[in-house]
């Protein structure tokens, strides 16, 4: 029988020490070992069992009894005989199941909430965004409407069979992630919202973890791990949305700070002259780069918070700029150039303090990035440091406006892999002892 744990997970059993009533230091070993198996099957199945026993070192019989218990949670599978050319019996392939666990990731962003699912495996399941006013609307709306999403989205994924091993929040803002509390989003006009506590109340199931976390920082785990610049150790992404924030990839790790508040580069201030930000304080690099600075240069009849306008999502924002410059309006190529100096003067100090090889530009930077990365690369190598600019380039995101919930969606994954005993028994007859 399962019981719900303090953070939401589930443990087959009560026990004092661990799961199924083993030891808490025999449990933690398991769970180590089941992970270390799981991540090699992940990783370089198809493979046979003798060949993840020599690559871990563990014998036989112990890989054997942790595959039946991975086999029994649903995460591997056996994909039949595995023919290595040497004489003999073919010994049977393991491969990397998932297809009935999800990973649901979520992004509440100023004027569209986005959700994005996968399985264990990496098959999309779920891929949506819709046009909403978190700006505009108090922070109990807002979590009415994202709950509502939630909600919706689970209960695609469960008429599919999948259950949801977590969920992630990505929010624009500083988080407490302990308590999935958002300490404040300015753009938003949050302080203090208790996301993950009015999300434990939606009508989804009470065991499945919710966590919340910086959208930026999600989004460049996604990049790190599956956008155009994957795998590159130092790395720097630039959201490109109304508000502008970054996530900081340093030694192949994310850059979190004593408090995970790191990469708040947004509000910088980058003009003491300049114009009011909405965290409180003046000039702001948000308010030189953010896409309500391009919009109330280009389209100034469209600016944010001008009369009252439809709910509008920011591609269609971006079309009607693209389709203004294709008409040759001279306000958008003054915009864009623009934009284009002052992304360059901030990632000069970006580039001066985290020496990144590549700076990944996100949302609409990266829609609009032949426009924007000669104007900004000119003003970087200008304000570099000599030569850091040289090894450091601008690339455009292909992962859109849905990095970050692309990104919360690969945690939950990254979680299961690392604790396998997190999604509950399946098929208990192919438990191993």
């Not at 199931?205 to 919710?210: K, M, S």
């Amino acid at each position: 029988m399962n019981h719900s744990r303090a953070d939401g997970r589930t443990t087959d059993s009560p026990s004092r020490g661990g799961a199924a009533g083993v030891p808490a230091d025999q449990a933690t070993v398991r769970r180590s070992n089941l992970a270390l198996v799981l991540r090699h099957v992940s990783v370089y199945g198809p493979c046979s069992r003798s060949a993840v026993a020599v690559a871990t070192g563990l014998n036989k019989t112990t890989v054997t009894s942790l595959v039946n218990e991975l086999q029994a949670r649903g995460l591997v599978k056996e994909t039949g005989p595995q023919h290595a050319g040497s004489v003999g019996r073919p010994s049977v392939a393991l491969v990397l199941d998932g297809s009935g666990v999800g990973a649901l990731g979520v992004e509440v962003n100023v004027d569209y909430i986005a959700a994005f699912a996968t399985d264990l495996a990496g098959r999309v399941l779920a891929d949506r965004r819709i046009g909403f006013d978190a700006m505009g609307s108090s922070p109990e709306r807002s979590l009415d409407e994202l709950a509502r999403v939630v909600e919706r989205t689970v209960a695609d994924l469960d008429r599919i069979g999948i259950a949801p091993a977590g969920i992630t929040v990505a929010v624009p803002g500083l988080i407490d992630t302990t308590t999935g509390t958002v300490v404040v989003a300015p753009n938003l006009g949050w302080r203090g919202v208790a996301v993950a506590e009015r999300l434990s109340q939606a009508d989804i199931r009470a065991d499945i973890p919710i966590a919340v976390d910086n959208d930026a920082n999600l989004a460049a785990l996604a990049e790190f791990t599956s956008g155009v610049a994957a795998g590159t150790p130092d790395l720097v992404y630039l959201t490109g949305e109304v508000g502008v924030g970054g996530g900081i990839i340093s030694g192949g790790r994310l850059l979190g700070g004593a408090d995970g508040f790191a990469g708040e580069v947004g509000h910088v201030m980058v003009d003491p002259s300049g114009e009011s930000c909405r965290c409180g304080r003046v000039g702001c690099w948000e308010t030189k780069v953010g896409l309500a600075a391009l919009v109330r240069m280009a389209t100034p009849d469209r600016a944010y918070g001008i009369g009252r306008q439809l709910v509008r999502d920011p591609e269609e924002r971006l079309a009607e700029i693209e389709q203004r410059r294709a008409e040759g309006d001279p306000r958008v190529e003054a915009a864009l150039a623009e934009v284009g100096r002052w992304l360059g003067l901030g990632a000069a100090t970006l580039v001066n303090l985290f020496n990144p090889r590549v700076i990944v530009l996100g949302g609409y930077f990266a829609r609009l990035a032949d426009r924007l990365i000669p104007a900004a690369q000119e003003e970087l190598v200008r304000l570099s440091i000599t030569g850091a600019a040289d090894r450091c380039r601008f690339i455009a995101s292909d992962l859109g406006f849905g990095a970050a919930s692309r990104g919360a969606a690969g945690v939950v994954v990254e979680r299961a892999l690392a604790d396998p005993t997190a999604i509950a028994i399946r098929h208990p007859s192919h438990r191993g002892a």
